[in-house]
């Protein structure tokens, strides 16, 4: 049996890092067990801060090993044993962390207000719901951005969701408002106007899409890696993308293909100016 300082040692270790959440099923169960006895046997020897966040770890323990019971009973310890405390955002976000592992979302977004000292509240539940999948955790983004709008990496992680769905309008939007903060981001251009490029794809599959429609996703998707170029002309991003759409097949449009065709030569300059690797895929 290991040593009763080391294992507090190691439990308290744990509890300050949140290793716990990467623990395979394996160790997640020795590590609850572990933890379990270690507190019946031990509680009354740890101080206050020591024994509230081995309950706040048995918590997340428990949660992680679907024992949502004992989670709901720490809660109750808890509060039972720091009343102090039991407006404090760790014992909210515990409360709101068990209501969505229940499935009660309605009682878990209760528990936020406007208040701004509950942003950051809001802000950890939003992140942990993104194990929950790609729709609730856009809907929890959106909840939370209706609260906190000029969080911009609450916006580049909506827009990088939305990315992923192929909702590419959307993403575009969520890159914009970044923009509207940060109007020299010229990685966000980049990916403004890689998302317009991968709209076109898009809508060139579909088979009434417009040939106007296409040549506007083109040359916005153009305008914005140039934006990006203008503001950093080494962001070789930026200038594969141009690479791309100098030399793409898609030439229907005479007025488009003429000023693409200006950018050729320039393109070709930066490309081996910067030794880019053409090869390379925009992503």
């Not at 009973?73 to 068990?98: C, E, G, H, T």
Request: aromatic share 10%; glycine share 2%.
């Amino acid at each position: 049996m290991p040593d009763t300082a080391l294992l507090k040692k190691k439990l308290l270790h744990i509890a300050a890092t949140g290793s716990v959440s990467q623990f395979t099923p394996e160790q997640l169960h020795s590590h609850y067990q572990e933890l379990n006895q270690f507190l019946a046997l031990h509680k009354d020897t740890l101080d206050s801060i020591e024994l509230f966040n081995l309950y706040e770890l048995e918590f997340y323990s428990c949660i992680l090993t679907n024992h949502d019971i004992e989670a709901k009973a720490v809660i109750d310890l808890l509060l039972d044993q720091f009343q102090s405390n039991s407006k404090s955002q760790r014992i909210k976000l515990l409360q709101s962390i068990y209501y969505e592992a229940i499935g009660d979302g309605k009682q878990a977004t209760q528990l936020l207000t406007q208040d701004p000292d509950e942003l950051s509240l809001s802000r950890r539940l939003v992140t942990f719901s993104r194990s929950d999948g790609s729709d609730k955790y856009i809907k929890n983004l959106c909840y939370y951005l209706d609260l906190q709008p000029s969080d911009l990496s609450a916006w580049a992680e909506l827009g990088n969701e939305y990315k992923k769905i192929g909702k590419y309008q959307d993403a575009i939007y969520c890159l914009k408002e970044i923009l509207l903060h940060e109007p020299l981001a010229y990685p966000v251009f980049y990916k403004v106007g890689l998302y317009h490029y991968y709209l076109f794809l898009q809508e060139l599959a579909k088979p009434k899409t417009r040939l106007h429609d296409l040549i506007q996703l083109l040359t916005q998707a153009r305008d914005n890696f140039l934006v990006s170029v203008e503001i950093n002309d080494k962001y070789d991003k930026s200038w594969v993308g141009l690479y791309i759409l100098a030399n793409h097949e898609f030439n229907q449009d005479d007025k488009f293909k003429k000023k693409t065709e200006k950018l050729k030569s320039l393109v070709q300059k930066k490309v081996t100016e910067l030794h880019i690797d053409i090869s390379s895929i925009i992503e």
